[in-house]
Nanobody
Framework: QVQLVESGGGLVQAGGSLRLSCAAS????????MGWFRQAPGKEREVVIA????????YYADSVKGRFTISRDTAKNTVFLQMNALKPEDTAVYYC????????????????WGQGTQVTVSS
Protein backbone atom coordinates (compact mmCIF):
# COMPACT_ATOMS: atom_id res chain seq x y z
CA GLN A 1 0.00 0.00 0.00
CA VAL A 2 1.16 3.50 -0.83
CA GLN A 3 0.37 6.38 1.49
CA LEU A 4 -0.18 9.77 -0.12
CA VAL A 5 -0.21 13.15 1.61
CA GLU A 6 -1.14 16.24 -0.35
CA SER A 7 -0.53 19.91 0.22
CA GLY A 8 -0.68 23.20 -1.61
CA GLY A 9 -4.32 23.92 -2.28
CA GLY A 10 -5.91 27.30 -1.74
CA LEU A 11 -7.70 30.27 -3.24
CA VAL A 12 -6.39 31.93 -6.38
CA GLN A 13 -7.73 34.40 -8.91
CA ALA A 14 -8.48 33.35 -12.47
CA GLY A 15 -5.31 33.37 -14.54
CA GLY A 16 -3.16 32.59 -11.53
CA SER A 17 -1.08 29.55 -10.66
CA LEU A 18 -0.88 26.97 -7.90
CA ARG A 19 1.37 24.01 -7.27
CA LEU A 20 0.13 20.95 -5.44
CA SER A 21 2.46 18.46 -3.81
CA CYS A 22 1.94 14.79 -3.06
CA ALA A 23 4.39 12.99 -0.80
CA ALA A 24 4.37 9.22 -1.23
CA SER A 25 5.52 6.59 1.25
CA UNK A 26 5.20 2.86 1.69
CA UNK A 27 5.27 0.41 -1.22
CA UNK A 28 5.88 3.08 -3.84
CA UNK A 29 7.61 0.58 -6.15
CA UNK A 30 4.27 -1.18 -6.69
CA UNK A 31 2.77 1.87 -8.43
CA UNK A 32 4.02 2.64 -11.92
CA UNK A 33 1.58 5.50 -12.38
CA MET A 34 0.96 8.61 -10.33
CA GLY A 35 -1.60 11.24 -11.09
CA TRP A 36 -4.21 13.71 -10.00
CA PHE A 37 -7.99 13.54 -10.01
CA ARG A 38 -10.44 16.27 -9.15
CA GLN A 39 -14.04 16.40 -8.04
CA ALA A 40 -16.20 19.48 -8.31
CA PRO A 41 -19.46 19.82 -6.36
CA GLY A 42 -22.19 17.72 -7.92
CA LYS A 43 -19.81 16.12 -10.41
CA GLU A 44 -18.02 12.80 -10.67
CA ARG A 45 -14.35 12.48 -9.84
CA GLU A 46 -12.28 12.76 -13.01
CA VAL A 47 -8.67 12.11 -13.86
CA VAL A 48 -6.83 15.32 -14.70
CA ILE A 49 -3.30 14.23 -15.39
CA ALA A 50 -1.26 11.05 -14.93
CA UNK A 51 2.27 9.86 -15.58
CA UNK A 52 3.82 6.44 -16.07
CA UNK A 53 7.40 6.10 -14.86
CA UNK A 54 8.16 3.05 -16.99
CA UNK A 55 6.62 4.44 -20.17
CA UNK A 56 7.69 8.03 -19.63
CA UNK A 57 4.23 8.91 -20.88
CA UNK A 58 1.80 11.54 -19.62
CA TYR A 59 -1.95 11.59 -19.96
CA TYR A 60 -3.75 14.95 -19.92
CA ALA A 61 -7.46 15.59 -19.75
CA ASP A 62 -8.45 17.85 -22.65
CA SER A 63 -9.56 20.53 -20.24
CA VAL A 64 -6.06 21.02 -18.80
CA LYS A 65 -3.79 20.50 -21.80
CA GLY A 66 -1.28 23.31 -22.11
CA ARG A 67 -2.01 24.55 -18.57
CA PHE A 68 -1.22 21.71 -16.13
CA THR A 69 1.98 19.71 -15.83
CA ILE A 70 3.12 16.86 -13.58
CA SER A 71 6.63 16.36 -12.27
CA ARG A 72 8.39 14.55 -9.48
CA ASP A 73 11.29 14.75 -7.07
CA THR A 74 12.53 11.18 -6.98
CA ALA A 75 14.77 11.73 -3.96
CA LYS A 76 11.82 12.96 -1.91
CA ASN A 77 9.21 10.58 -3.39
CA THR A 78 7.09 13.63 -4.14
CA VAL A 79 4.92 14.36 -7.15
CA PHE A 80 3.88 17.87 -8.12
CA LEU A 81 0.95 19.28 -10.07
CA GLN A 82 1.71 22.67 -11.54
CA MET A 83 -1.47 24.49 -12.51
CA ASN A 84 -1.20 27.62 -14.63
CA ALA A 85 -3.77 29.89 -16.25
CA LEU A 86 -6.37 28.66 -13.76
CA LYS A 87 -10.04 29.06 -14.57
CA PRO A 88 -13.09 29.13 -12.28
CA GLU A 89 -14.10 25.75 -13.73
CA ASP A 90 -10.90 24.28 -12.26
CA THR A 91 -12.42 24.73 -8.80
CA ALA A 92 -12.58 21.32 -7.16
CA VAL A 93 -11.09 19.06 -4.55
CA TYR A 94 -7.90 17.62 -6.01
CA TYR A 95 -6.76 14.11 -5.12
CA CYS A 96 -3.38 12.57 -5.63
CA UNK A 97 -3.56 8.94 -6.77
CA UNK A 98 -1.30 5.95 -7.32
CA UNK A 99 -2.09 3.03 -9.61
CA UNK A 100 -0.35 0.00 -11.04
CA UNK A 101 -0.40 1.27 -14.60
CA UNK A 102 -1.31 4.36 -16.59
CA UNK A 103 -4.20 2.42 -18.11
CA UNK A 104 -5.62 1.53 -14.71
CA UNK A 105 -5.24 5.14 -13.59
CA UNK A 106 -7.18 6.39 -16.62
CA UNK A 107 -9.91 3.81 -16.00
CA UNK A 108 -10.23 4.87 -12.37
CA UNK A 109 -8.74 1.70 -10.90
CA UNK A 110 -6.63 3.41 -8.26
CA UNK A 111 -4.70 1.65 -5.50
CA UNK A 112 -4.19 4.63 -3.19
CA TRP A 113 -5.74 8.06 -2.72
CA GLY A 114 -4.57 11.17 -0.98
CA GLN A 115 -6.88 12.96 1.43
CA GLY A 116 -7.75 15.69 -1.06
CA THR A 117 -6.99 19.39 -1.14
CA GLN A 118 -9.36 22.20 -2.09
CA VAL A 119 -8.53 24.46 -5.01
CA THR A 120 -10.80 27.47 -5.50
CA VAL A 121 -10.43 29.79 -8.47
CA SER A 122 -12.27 33.09 -8.24
CA SER A 123 -13.42 35.01 -11.30
Amino acid sequence: QVQLVESGGGLVQAGGSLRLSCAASGRTFSSDAMGWFRQAPGKEREVVIAYSWSLGSTYYADSVKGRFTISRDTAKNTVFLQMNALKPEDTAVYYCAAARTLWSMKSGSVDSWGQGTQVTVSS
